[in-house]
């Protein structure tokens, strides 16, 4: 199938680039474009990446600029269309838990109709995205906590790519750069 997956949801302008490492590319039978600039507007650009918890596989789908997180079940994802219908499903849902709804509503939904899936490329994000991945591992596992609790705690961490800022503090900041 083509790199880019022309998903028009009506009335929305933009360009969503998912950044996709292999092994999800695999999963959801994408075969993605070289890895591609950092998109302009930073609530576009995110990164996503298939790991395991036990037998479980899950998504960790991160902004490539604030390293917002989310976690989703990766049960139900075969394919592009799902995975973005999911991911933003769950992206929606889990920001409007924290708070910041008005972020996906102004800066996500509206100018998204156009998906590039892309090779993830950005080895810092990559790495911080693996602590996360840890992280997460560890809260589903050991402590048991649900996916929403997951989110909030890995949205807490404070992470050195970001100068030691937590990745919830990093999108509203980047909002606030918008407003500029």
């Known amino acids: 199938m083509d790199a880019g997956l022309f998903f028009k949801p009506e009335g929305v302008i933009g360009r969503l680039i998912f950044r996709v490492t292999h092994k999800l590319a695999e999963k959801i039978k994408v075969v993605p474009a070289l890895a591609l600039p950092p998109q302009d507007r930073p609530f576009l650009d995110w990164t996503a990446n298939l790991f395991m918890v036990s ?31 999911l991911g933003l499903a769950s992206l929606s849902n889990y920001i409007a838990i924290d708070g910041t709804a008005y972020l996906f509503d102004a800066y996500i939904a509206p100018q998204v109709n156009t998906v590039t899936f892309c090779k993830a490329g950005g080895r810092r994000v990559l790495g911080s995205m693996n602590d996360l991945i840890y992280q997460a591992k560890g809260f589903l596992l050991e402590v048991g906590f649900p996916l929403p609790l997951v989110n909030m705690r890995l949205n807490e961490t404070p992470m050195s790519m970001l100068n030691h800022r937590h990745p919830r503090t990093a999108l509203v900041a980047l909002a606030n750069q918008q407003k500029s």
């Open 55 to 85: 037998r479980w596989q899950c998504i960790l789908l991160t902004n490539s600029r604030s390293l917002y997180s989310v976690v989703l079940a990766g049960k139900g994802i075969a394919n592009e269309k799902s995975f973005v219908e």
